[in-house]
């Protein structure tokens, strides 16, 4: 029971170490909701919080792989039986009037065990007031700890 209490406020230190302003929230926002995309593996629900014609740059065993969001929603939106889900932790948050980025580690789960690993880079920048993606790069690697 002790260990349980220890974790449970372990959350709530976390939780409360993470929580931003505002205007954090708001540019964290289309991130979140790209996820919501990407697990749901929808491609119009990826797309929306992207400006047209975003971009992605993955960057894999020292490679770059570049595509738009509309080639990376088309790929991952194809119909498959495992779970996908991508998290964000610690994010560093930089914003100056209507340009921001968020450098993040990241988790990448399927099927509820993390499969990869890396940093996350986005681009964002507001437009008529939203916040929304210009683009995303990332490194991604096996070996998580």
């Given at each position: 029971m002790k260990k349980i209490a220890l974790f449970c406020a372990g959350l709530l230190v976390t939780s409360a170490a993470v929580a931003g302003t505002p205007e954090d929230d708001a540019v964290l926002a289309p991130i979140q909701a790209f996820f919501a995309g990407?697990?749901?593996?929808?491609?119009s629900s990826m797309k929306a919080p992207f400006l047209p014609?975003?971009?992605l740059?993955?960057?894999r065993n020292g490679k770059p792989g570049q595509m738009t969001i509309e080639q990376f929603a088309e790929r991952?939106?194809?119909?498959?039986t495992t779970k996908i889900e991508e998290k964000i932790h610690d994010p560093?948050?930089?914003i100056d009037n209507?340009?921001?980025?968020?450098?993040?580690?990241?988790?990448?789960?399927v099927d509820g065990k993390v499969d990869h690993c890396g940093t996350d880079l986005?681009?964002?920048?507001?437009?008529?007031?939203?916040w929304m993606i210009a683009g995303i790069a990332d490194?991604?690697?096996?070996d998580c700890r």
């Amino acid at each position: 029971m002790k260990k349980i209490a220890l974790f449970c406020a372990g959350l709530l230190v976390t939780s409360a170490a993470v929580a931003g302003t505002p205007e954090d929230d708001a540019v964290l926002a289309p991130i979140q909701a790209f996820f919501a995309g990407l697990s749901a593996r929808d491609a119009s629900s990826m797309k929306a919080p992207f400006l047209p014609g975003g971009s992605l740059v993955l960057m894999r065993n020292g490679k770059p792989g570049q595509m738009t969001i509309e080639q990376f929603a088309e790929r991952v939106s194809k119909p498959g039986t495992t779970k996908i889900e991508e998290k964000i932790h610690d994010p560093l948050i930089r914003i100056d009037n209507d340009l921001a980025v968020v450098w993040a580690p990241f988790d990448f789960y399927v099927d509820g065990k993390v499969d990869h690993c890396g940093t996350d880079l986005f681009n964002m920048v507001k437009k008529d007031g939203t916040w929304m993606i210009a683009g995303i790069a990332d490194t991604g690697k096996k070996d998580c700890r």
